[in-house]
């Protein structure tokens, strides 16, 4: 099979055939190899075997095994060398690139997909804002983390719901209904009722800052809401609510992400109630509230002395009932590192309801330093994304070649691209401080770069639409059998392991920075490998080259939550 140039190539098969093939000449259970080798993409060698892992004598036994697969001289493997107590080999890539060019461009759009996660379900919850407050910076990091794992999920085979859980309750309405009772005004709610609202919580905090009484009689009112079903306030509340639903779902849609479900706290206002009555695995502390004993991470407080449930307990019963509803394999919840207590405590009331634990799984990230919704200093994502969407805008209307019907489209794409790949270039859990003109440069956004690099490779298969580039039975590959060509179809076949190493850590730093270098390469290859004007087999063969090339980088895209464009 590995040698069959007509086969399928997956990465993992090959280091599969080739983990076997030392063990067979080595005489070293595979196992043993498995544990002990690593792959890399860029790295010094692509194989390292670290023999200290597994021999009491490990330089010795490097030494021995070098020498065997020297002598074997195995086809699959090259450059194989001895450094202390490791070997280092590379993969014979000359022999595997007609295979990975064939199994892309045959593959095309599943190229990537897997079915690790078939049979399974997984509801995904994330953004996950809080009603009567604007879509700020710090939401979006939830929103496109979220959105992204969906998408990788589902690359995977697991059926994914994708779950708004919407901050629709709690102590914090009782201060907007507060103080929208002293600083409403209808005209301005109707005109831009989040803006107006954000206002009214703001001023409301102030004024909470220098008398406790706010706080007090926001509490009596989230009280009558709760407990006596005061239709005063709770018909403000379902208005600001469908409001602020009504704007969101517009924001969501700039940002190309739809939700299979719009879930809220309220949803469970009476089920908390009644679970934090009647639960057993709670006890009633000194000032009559409730708790439920989680160890080290303290005392899980589910219900106040008040008698008023917190976010935790409706948490424990949105949790039940999903897995009620959706039997699922995971639930994951995308959620900002400064929830880690809150949700190890969810996640050990769970356990403690007799619940399996692996179930549940939290991936956090860093927060975005120097905002408060409270005191009002924050930048709001729709404003950054317009401003951004101008910048680009404005640069686009040098291209001759770009209709003006079609620039508000294309901007506001790259716009979104240069946003999106700016928070995941480096690892998610890194706190940065926002700055709104570097999130809105397009010139120098990578997400721009990245699109840029689609754009040509399409603008390369556009200008040689002549070649038929959809039948490549024809295509003579030793016309390109050249190192970098090589070089570029492992990075290529490296696109499936990596998609399913992220499964592991939900990075998409990773994948940012796999299409960052493929990209670089591209433009290489472009610069070095000209298609127009050549003889035709050799046009068709590196055709197929720049066509793989895109559809890998497409694809990535997609999964990161992009639109990829075809010009700009």
């Known amino acids: 099979m590995i040698n069959n140039k007509n086969a399928v190539l997956h990465l993992n098969t090959v280091i599969e055939d080739i983990t076997k093939q030392i063990a067979e000449c080595s005489k070293i259970p595979i196992k043993n190899i498995k544990s002990s080798l690593s792959v890399y993409k860029d ?23 070098c020498e065997i697969l020297k002598e074997k001289n195995l086809p699959e493997i090259t450059n194989i060398s001895v450094k202390d107590t490791h070997v280092n080999f590379d993969l014979n890539k000359r022999l595997f690139f007609e295979r990975a ?6 593959k095309n759009m599943e190229f990537g997909k897997n079915t690790i996660g078939q049979g399974k379900n997984v509801i995904v919850e994330y953004s996950s804002p809080n009603i009567a407050k604007l879509f700020h910076v710090g939401h979006y990091r939830t929103t496109i983390l979220g959105n992204f794992i969906a998408n990788l999920m589902r690359n995977s085979g697991f059926k994914v719901t994708s779950m708004n859980y919407l901050g629709d309750w709690g102590k914090q309405f009782g201060l907007v209904l507060l103080g929208f009772e002293k600083y409403g005004d209808e005209d301005k709610l109707k005109s831009n009722a989040l803006m107006h609202l954000f206002d009214v919580y703001v001023k409301i905090n102030e ?42 779902r517009d924001l969501y849609k700039k940002l190309n992400i739809e939700f299979d479900v719009y879930s809220g706290e309220s949803f469970y206002q ?7 009555k009647t639960t057993s695995i709670a006890k009633t502390d000194e000032d009559g509230s409730k708790i439920i004993e989680c160890g080290a991470l303290g005392n899980a407080l589910i219900q106040k002395s008040d008698g008023t449930t917190l976010y935790l307990t409706r948490d424990i019963c949105a949790a039940k009932d999903r897995i009620e509803k959706y039997n699922p394999h995971k639930i994951i919840y995308v959620v900002d590192s400064a929830q880690n207590q809150h949700l190890s405590q969810l996640f050990c009331c769970m356990e403690k309801l007799g619940y399996d634990k692996s179930i549940f799984e939290h991936v956090n990230y860093g927060r975005v330093d120097g905002m408060s919704t409270r005191n009002g200093n924050v930048h709001f994502l729709e404003d950054i994304i317009d401003q951004s969407a101008k910048a680009v805008k404005k640069r686009l209307l040098d291209n001759q070649k770009i209709e003006e019907s079609e620039m508000e489209s294309i901007a506001h794409i790259l716009a979104i691209s240069t946003l ?39 603008s390369i298969e556009a200008v040689n639409s002549d070649i038929d580039i959809y039948d490549i039975s024809d295509v003579i590959f030793s016309l390109i059998d050249e190192p970098e060509v090589h070089d570029l179809c492992y990075k290529l076949m490296w696109f499936e392991k990596l998609l399913e190493q992220c499964l592991e850590d939900y990075e998409p730093s990773r994948i940012v920075l796999f299409l960052m270098d493929l990209a670089k390469t591209a433009n290489f290859l472009i610069s070095k490998y000209r298609v127009k004007g050549e003889d035709s087999g050799v046009a068709k063969a590196r055709l197929l080259v720049f066509n793989c090339t895109r559809i890998v980088i497409r694809n990535g895209l997609e999964v990161l939550g992009m639109v990829p464009l075809n010009k700009m």
Request: charged share 30%.
């Open 101 to 106: 060019l064939k199994t892309v461009h045959s």
């Open 43 to 65: 790295g010094v060698s692509d194989f390292v075997m670290f023999f200290n892992q597994i021999s009491q004598n490990p330089a010795e036994e490097a030494k021995r095994v």
């Open 270 to 276: 009476d089920l908390g109630l009644e679970f934090a």
């Open 207 to 248: 004024d909470a800052k220098n008398d406790i009484k706010v706080h007090e009689a926001a509490k009596n009112i989230f009280k009558e809401m709760e407990e006596h079903k005061n239709e005063k306030y709770l018909s403000v509340w379902r208005r600001f609510r469908e409001l602020s639903i009504n704007k969101y």
């Open 420 to 458: 999106l790949v700016a928070d995941f270039g480096a690892k998610r859990i890194k706190n940065y401080t926002f700055n709104a003109d570097q999130r809105a440069n397009c010139e120098k956004g990578s997400g721009a770069y990245l699109q840029y690099a689609h754009c040509r490779l399409n």
